[in-house]
């Protein structure tokens, strides 16, 4: 079974301190693996797939990257708006089954001005 | 920016009760989804759908469950009779293919009473 774990399971930073979330994983055959933010009350918001070990992606103070067992989500001089729970997802399998996400539970992230 | 669309944002129902939650995709996206979310956990993958059928299920989408897209623009999944343990925030989801991010909707509370 695909298995996912988040840490930490809460983060408070001060405006400008960088940090990095955690996402370990444990599938047979990674399809892809995928960051959204989640704000209280709303659907997942799609941040970014990576899909191989060594892979990176960047989109303003947010850098995700890939090994073969975690994913890291830097977050760099944070702001009050950044606040929100972090969700890593895995999609593994193989053939024509198992595109479905398999989800952490997910780092509350509050950053304070 | 494309949204998916979900109605009613927040339904009460009696327990034993039909439920019908709405689902409008973004409109070129070829793959449907639904996942829910109980109160403090992790987000749980329900069901995919594709070309009129359901291409993948959870064990927990079971007999009282069903989805349907009965148009071109709407997606809808049914719980036949409703129990406490369905109360959860129910998402909507579509993507152009099944390998790179979905595109949540703002979900549907459910509560059933």
């Known amino acids: 079974e695909d298995q996912v774990t988040q840490s930490p399971e809460a983060l408070r930073l001060q405006e400008g301190e960088s940090s990095s979330l955690n996402c370990s994983y444990t599938?047979?055959?990674?399809?892809?693996l995928f960051w959204y933010r989640q704000d209280p009350g709303k659907g997942p918001e799609f941040l970014f797939t990576?899909?191989?070990a060594g892979e990176e992606k960047e989109k303003e103070r947010l850098k995700a990257t890939l090994t073969k067992k975690e994913s890291f989500l830097h977050i760099t001089a944070p702001k009050p708006e950044d606040s929100a729970t972090y969700l890593c997802a895995v999609q593994a399998g193989s053939g024509g089954s198992n595109y479905k996400l398999t989800f952490g539970k997910g780092t509350l992230l509050t950053v304070n001005p | 920016e494309p949204e998916v669309t979900q109605t009613p944002s927040h339904q009460v129902t009696q327990m034993g009760q039909e439920v019908i939650l709405r689902c409008v995709p973004i409109?070129?996206?070829?793959?449907f989804y639904w996942y829910r979310q109980i109160l403090g956990q992790k987000v749980e993958f329900l069901v995919s759908f594709y070309n009129n059928e359901i291409s993948e299920k959870s064990e927990i989408f079971d007999d009282q469950f069903s989805v349907e897209r009965p148009d071109g623009s709407n997606f809808t999944l049914k719980i036949r009779s409703t129990k406490l343990e369905d109360s959860a925030m129910y998402f909507c989801?579509?993507?152009?293919?099944?390998?790179?991010?979905?595109?949540f909707g703002s979900g549907t509370r459910l509560t059933v009473v």
């Open positions: 990576l899909y191989s």
């Open positions: 989801a579509s993507s152009v293919d099944r390998a790179n991010g979905y595109t």
């Open positions: 409109s070129n996206h070829l793959y």
């Open positions: 599938v047979s055959g990674l399809r892809g």
